[in-house]
């Protein structure tokens, strides 16, 4: 049963536009939620994460967005750039969770295209 | 700061033999690590939770015999894959938990392992 679900696989938008990524849960002891990119043959690299307490947390051109009720988080770039063209996964933790463990979406494939 | 570098970035060894891998936190100390695996096209898959000075928590379906994990040090974590087999191959990547509070990950660049 996947507790966090990323059901776009692959999303292509025009440079300069504003890219959506979207994120659902079902665990409603999730309360720390986080966007990590990641380019083929290299680790993950943090983005931008949310705590439940918020519904919104911006940095520079990133901003996620969680809506609890509807246990859905989306990731908005603007302007999004070529060098944004990556996988993009969701990650979910509970921080009651005494191994710290993320549970992660299955990514979503991002295509900047100039 | 939060870097993690891992060494070797790729090794190519033969059937049978062993490989050490090392996760270490920079800038960092790390009381827990975690080994994930990732297979082509695929999602990260945990391998297991290292907790410095302790035994590591393996996922279900990981063998531990086959996967050796030490957390010896606050920054040093190593996996070893003993007797490795073709099937072994595979983009080792491991993470360190922050140490803000919150469940953020560092990850490693990454370990390329082909097995001949």
């Known amino acids: 049963d996947q507790q966090v679900k990323q059901n776009s696989p692959s999303l292509s938008v025009q440079e300069g536009r504003i890219s959506i990524l979207n994120c659902d849960y079902t665990?409603?002891?999730?309360?720390?939620f986080l966007w990590y990119k990641k380019y083929p043959a290299e680790g993950p690299t943090f983005l931008i994460s949310?705590?439940?307490i918020k519904d919104k947390n911006e940095d520079g051109r990133f901003t996620v967005f969680l809506n609890k009720s509807a246990k859905h988080l989306s990731l908005h770039i603007v302007p999004s750039q070529p060098g944004d063209s990556a996988v993009y996964f969701c990650?979910?933790?509970?921080?009651?969770?005494?191994?710290?463990?993320?549970?992660w979406g299955a990514g979503t494939k991002l295509i900047i295209k100039p | 700061g939060a870097v993690v570098s891992q060494h070797p970035s790729w090794v190519i060894c033969k059937s049978g033999t062993s490989v050490k891998i090392e996760c270490r936190s920079l800038?960092?100390?790390?009381?827990?690590m975690f080994w994930y695996r990732q297979f082509p096209k695929q999602s990260l898959m945990l391998m297991a939770t290292?907790?410095?000075?302790?035994?590591?928590?393996?996922e279900q379906g990981v063998e531990k015999d086959k996967f050796l994990i030490n957390h010896a040090s606050l920054t040093l974590s190593t996996l070893t894959v003993t007797s490795a087999h073709p099937e072994d191959s595979s983009f080792y990547i491991c993470?360190?938990?922050?140490?803000?509070?919150?469940?953020?990950?560092?990850f490693g660049p990454g370990t390329r392992l082909t097995v001949l």
């Open positions: 800038d960092f100390q790390a009381t827990t």
């Open positions: 990650a979910a933790s509970g921080q009651g969770d005494s191994n710290y463990q993320l549970i």
């Open positions: 993470s360190a938990r922050g140490t803000s509070g919150l469940n953020t990950q560092y």
């Open positions: 290292s907790n410095e000075g302790s035994k590591a928590t393996y």
């Open positions: 665990n409603s002891m999730f309360d720390y």
């Open positions: 949310i705590s439940s």
